[in-house]
């Protein structure tokens, strides 16, 4: 019982805090993993992300949520939409592709692009496919391939803001039917958009925040169409998904 209410009293808290101060204190206390990620490239913090096993949890490159109820959420929230199907797919961060071979099947033609060359090099050796393609690129800087259907699954979590805005430009700018945005955010009340100091590693959890593309800054049209909540207690969160649908389809 004192734990649950010394829990709640921090939440409470932190909730209280304005957001410069919370980010102030929180990055503070992760200092040492900032420091490990400042002022590196892109490349270089997801390079040290796969090569140092940063995410890899029971061999899977890409981390939990490449597996378990989060995955198979996904994975039935594409097939009973019917959201790719006999669409041009291009699938930004692609990982270890334990989400994407369970449905690239459905799609017309399917592309996955990631930003770290041996885990491409590795996928085009382990999946093979008429409709499957696999590109080593750097979605914030590279030139993005056309799709129909952009998914963008666990991605944006990692990024900055201003990089998440270039990759929508980008994805817009090719006038898709849909893009599909699958987020990991806290189960509870949470500060949208609240920014990340590097890129990498990190997550928005340690400042009570996730991405939320209908807030600023992003302040898009998209919509909350489903979640799905941890089942685990000291896991407090849930992934969500967000759809642009384009008028008309």
Not at 7 to 20: E, G, I, M, V
Not at 113 to 140: G, M, Y
Not at 195 to 222: A, C, K, Q
Request: hydrophobic letters at 35%; proline letters at 4%.
């Amino acid at each position: 019982m004192r734990k649950k209410l010394f829990a709640q009293l921090k939440r409470n808290l932190r909730d209280s805090l304005p957001t410069p101060i919370l980010t102030f204190i929180q990055n503070l206390r992760n200092k040492d993993i900032i420091d490990n990620f400042q002022n590196k490239s892109i490349k270089k913090n997801f390079d040290k992300v796969y090569y140092e096993n940063l995410w890899t949890y029971k061999n899977i490159k890409s981390g939990q949520g490449s597996q378990g109820r989060f995955l198979n959420f996904s994975v039935k929230l594409i097939k009973k939409k019917k959201y790719i199907n006999n669409k041009i797919v291009c699938s930004i961060g692609c990982g270890d592709f334990n989400f994407g071979r369970k449905i690239f099947k459905l799609s017309k033609n399917y592309i996955g692009i990631d930003i770290v060359r041996d885990l491409i090099n590795l996928n085009r050796k382990k999946f093979k496919s008429k409709k499957l393609k696999f590109e080593h690129l750097n979605a914030i800087n590279g030139k993005l391939p056309f799709a129909e259907v952009y998914i963008i699954r666990q991605v944006f979590q990692h990024l900055k803001n201003e990089n998440i805005k270039k990759i929508l430009s980008k994805i817009f700018k090719t006038k898709p039917l849909r893009v599909i945005v699958f987020e990991d955010v806290p189960k509870t009340k949470f500060r949208p958009n609240v920014d990340l100091p590097v890129n990498g590693f990190l997550t928005r959890h340690y400042l009570n925040s996730g991405i939320d593309l209908r807030n600023y800054p992003f302040d898009l049209n998209f919509k909350k169409i489903a979640e799905c909540k941890s089942p685990s207690n000291k896991n407090e969160s849930k992934l969500v998904c967000y759809i642009y649908e384009k008028k008309n389809i």
